[in-house]
Nanobody, 121 residues
Framework: VQLQASGGGLVQPGGSLRLSCAVF????????IGWFRQAPGKEREGVSC????????YAADSVKGRFTISRDNAKNTVYLQMNSLKPEDTAVYYC???????????????WGKGTQVTVSS
């Protein structure tokens, strides 16, 4: 089971990025995929999750209305569209997989390497 996050980069405040999480070694339609982020000096926190039945959830009010999670089972990929980015969104973003959605990192079994998102002018 492997996950690979990509799509991070440097963006100005108010800009957008789309992160991708490609999964390998399992069928995406059987798993929930969560996005997490970790800023320097802070704990890893949940951002969003999409279940195997396409139920979506967002961990924090700060991302609701700005971030959208979606999945493409045919491409074995989950996306996180991030709009109206703010400096406080700066973090390493990770995707993780498990049978059920969770916004708690220790409840997700499979992890990919992160992708850096930096929001700065």
């Amino acid at each position: 089971v492997q996950l690979q996050a990509s799509g991070g980069g440097l963006v100005q405040p108010g800009g957008s990025l789309r992160l991708s999480c490609a999964v390998f070694g399992f069928s995406l339609d059987l798993y929930a995929i969560g996005w997490f982020r970790q800023a320097p000096g802070k704990e890893r926190e949940g951002v969003s999750c999409i279940s195997s039945s396409d139920i979506t959830s967002y961990a924090a009010d700060s991302v609701k209305g700005r971030f959208t999670i979606s999945r493409d089972n045919a491409k074995n990929t989950v996306y996180l569209q991030m709009n109206s980015l703010k400096p406080e969104d700066t973090a390493v973003y990770y995707c993780a997989a498990d049978l059920l959605c969770s916004h708690y990192a220790d409840e997700m079994d499979y992890w990919g390497k992160g992708t850096q998102v930096t929001v700065s002018s």
